[in-house]
């Protein structure tokens, strides 16, 4: 079953370009798709009030399913949930399409693809609009062009000494540039999604959706 998703709500674009960008792609893929799914809103809700996508996403299982969304915000626009939806859609054997990154996360992905399409999304909605830098906002970086490398080695368990040595460069500005982007935060938030590095793969990993995770919790604390 192959979805085409789409999500109308302030600052993602309309989704007539959504559904354009889906079937330009899905043409030159040659992939069918079998269903539209279409969530409104008149705002951008956080996840835990989106019970339509919940839903949707606890419904991916028992069968080989297929989304593909013109972009990752159609999904979240937050990098917490991003990390969430995709933690879940792993669990479910689920393969996810992004249009516009040409990309595909499924359970052989290699989650350094997809670390840096996360970080991307910490930084302010580009809609906003703001009077100076934008709350959140980074200036450029000599280190930005390690960015890669720098997360892989992270990802690794390698200390920022280490790294520092490996780069050749000032372990206390290397310092400074880890904590200022949040990237111990961000490789650690990938939770078990992140032992799928270096060309590992999760067949022989358990993973639990963490919507279920919670209703399972919840269930065992009533």
Same mark, same amino acid.
């Given at each position: 079953?192959?979805?085409?998703?789409?999500?109308?709500?302030?600052?993602?674009?309309?989704?007539?370009?959504?559904?354009?960008?889906?079937?330009?792609?899905?043409?030159?893929?040659?992939?069918?798709?079998?269903?539209?799914?279409?969530?409104?809103?008149?705002?951008?809700?956080?996840?835990?009030?989106?019970?339509?996508?919940?839903?949707?996403?606890?419904?991916?299982?028992?069968?080989?399913?297929?989304?593909?969304?013109?972009?990752?915000?159609?999904?979240?626009?937050?990098?917490?949930?991003?990390?969430? %939806?995709?933690?879940?859609? +792993?669990?479910?054997? *689920?393969?996810?399409?992004?249009?516009?990154? =040409?990309? @595909?996360?499924? #359970?052989?992905?290699?989650?350094?693809?997809?670390?840096?399409?996360?970080?991307?999304?910490?930084?302010?909605?580009?809609?906003?609009?703001?009077?100076?830098?934008?709350?959140?906002?980074?200036?450029?970086?000599?280190?930005?062009?390690?960015?890669?490398?720098?997360?892989?080695?992270?990802?690794?368990?390698?200390?920022?000494?280490?790294?520092?040595?490996?780069?050749?460069?000032?372990?206390?500005?290397?310092?400074?540039? %880890?904590?200022?982007?949040? +990237?111990?935060?961000? *490789?650690?938030?990938?939770?078990?999604?992140? =032992?799928? @590095?270096?060309? #590992?793969?999760?067949?022989?990993?358990?993973?639990?959706?963490?919507?279920?995770?919670?209703?399972?919790?919840?269930?065992?604390?009533?």
């Amino acid at each position: 079953m192959v979805y085409a998703y789409v999500r109308q709500v302030p600052g993602l674009d309309n989704l007539v370009e959504q559904k354009n960008a889906i079937i330009t792609f899905s043409h030159l893929k040659g992939i069918d798709i079998d269903k539209e799914v279409v969530e409104y809103a008149t705002k951008d809700l956080p996840i835990s009030q989106r019970k339509e996508f919940e839903t949707f996403l606890k419904s991916l299982a028992d069968e080989e399913y297929t989304v593909i969304v013109s972009s990752l915000s159609v999904l979240s626009t937050k990098v917490d949930e991003l990390v969430k %939806i995709i933690n879940c859609m +792993l669990s479910h054997n *689920v393969d996810l399409w992004i249009c516009d990154k =040409q990309l @595909l996360i499924n #359970k052989h992905s290699r989650m350094t693809d997809v670390f840096p399409l996360l970080e991307a999304y910490r930084q302010e909605p580009k809609n906003a609009v703001q009077i100076g830098r934008p709350k959140g906002s980074k200036s450029s970086s000599k280190f930005d062009i390690y960015h890669g490398e720098i997360m892989m080695m992270l990802s690794q368990k390698q200390s920022v000494s280490a790294i520092a040595r490996m780069l050749e460069v000032s372990r206390s500005s290397l310092k400074d540039y %880890i904590e200022s982007r949040g +990237l111990k935060n961000l *490789v650690a938030s990938i939770g078990s999604a992140a =032992q799928n @590095l270096e060309d #590992k793969e999760v067949d022989n990993i358990v993973l639990i959706c963490p919507f279920e995770a919670e209703e399972i919790k919840q269930r065992k604390v009533s």
